[in-house]
């Protein structure tokens, strides 16, 4: 059921984004998951056991299919499509091949590890890698659908497009860099606060991981483009040789040094060069010009992310046995008082004179 209606609603849920009409489906997935939540929980107290968990994602996507549909009413007949499919297919194919290899990409690790170095690894690599996606999840969750539809309109002038996107990346690297850095000296803290000591054993492979997520909170943005400017070929083949990448630095990592460890390495190192090649293709073929703009772009978040490391390095070393809330609390206190110094002295936005502002209503 819930296959379903997840697949009636693709078109009018398309409709929305197209239109931009980003606060309406704000409202409506806030609205509706209230709805769904209640529902399990009423479910669950009723003694509904097992039942309770998938009243949720079942409702919850009868209630989008209801509220997308009366917005944008379908009249679906039955035709065989042929015509259709060839307007959309050069542009969806690429599309198409480049989620089925990512998706292949980003699940092959947790095969080979449970398959080669067991399952008891395989559970902490896998609270370890939970872990650093939450913040990947979040983040570029609320940024890169609306992307799309706000860049296709640049479609044609990509100059525009690409000094838009410029900007987004510097955005993104403002926030994806330093939160690898603040990542990476608090893995102790955030592991065991929200998993408890029992995964003290997945904290060196999420410290290690949690290098990756800058790289990767910018890098999630790409397929945005790829799209906005047509180029779903470039797409995909980026994707393919990402995966080839990935798929190597994970079979060397589990056969040739076999540890947790050395997946994690390789997973950030990968990662590293598939940036390196994601924008090689996308300024080289999609944009046609130098990928000098975008250096400019990460000079200023990369020079912030190495005085943070300078800062909470000695924080690191002198507090291992300090209390967990504690500890984190100087790092937070620290990486935030840095970050809103660094940010309103380089003059990328004026916190101080926002605070002063909203102080005075």
């Known amino acids: 059921m819930n296959l379903f209606f997840a697949s009636a609603n693709i078109v009018p849920n398309a409709l929305f984004y197209k239109n931009k009409q980003f606060r309406f489906i704000a409202i409506r997935s806030l609205l509706i998951q209230i709805a769904g939540g209640a529902a399990a929980i009423a479910v669950a107290l009723l003694g509904g056991g097992l039942y309770a968990l998938i009243i949720n994602p079942i409702l919850s996507s009868i209630l989008i299919f209801v509220v997308s549909i009366r917005r944008y009413p379908q009249h679906p007949s039955l035709t065989s499509g042929i015509q259709a499919i060839r307007k959309i297919f050069s542009y969806s194919a690429f599309q198409f091949l480049f989620n089925v290899i990512n998706y292949f990409s980003r699940n092959l690790d947790k095969l080979l590890i449970g398959k080669y170095i067991g399952m008891s690894p395989l559970g902490y690599y896998e ?5 650093m996606m939450l913040p ?5 969750q609320v940024i890169t659908p609306v992307m799309h539809p706000i860049f296709s309109d640049y479609q044609n002038d990509l100059t525009r497009l690409a000094s838009s996107y410029e900007r987004i990346i510097r955005i993104l690297a403002y926030i994806g860099i330093p939160l690898s850095v603040w990542l990476f000296f608090t893995a102790r803290e955030i592991t065991l606060i929200i998993f408890g000591h029992q995964w ?6 999420f410290r290690i991981l949690s290098l990756s997520v800058g790289i990767q909170i910018i890098l999630s943005s790409s397929g945005s483009i790829f799209q906005a400017s047509g180029d779903t070929r470039s797409l995909f083949v980026s994707g393919l040789l990402s995966s080839i990448l990935n798929v190597a630095g994970m079979l060397v990592g589990i056969f040739v040094f076999g540890t947790l460890e050395a997946v994690a390495w390789s997973i950030c190192i990968t990662f590293t060069l598939n940036f390196i090649q994601c924008y090689w293709i996308m300024y080289r073929i999609t944009f046609c010009r130098s990928a000098r703009p975008l250096v400019r772009q990460l000079l200023s978040p990369l020079l912030l992310g190495l005085i943070l490391a300078a800062v909470l390095y000695p924080i690191y070393r002198a507090t291992p046995e300090m209390n967990l809330f504690l500890s984190a609390a100087i790092k937070g206190v620290v990486f935030g008082l840095l970050f809103v110094v660094y940010i309103q002295v380089r003059g990328e936005y004026d916190i ?3 605070v002063k502002s909203i102080l005075k209503k």
């Open 136 to 140: 990947l999840q979040n983040i570029t």
């Open 200 to 205: 003290m054993a997945s904290v060196p492979v």
């Open 127 to 131: 609270k370890s890698y939970r872990l």
């Open 352 to 354: 101080i004179g926002k």
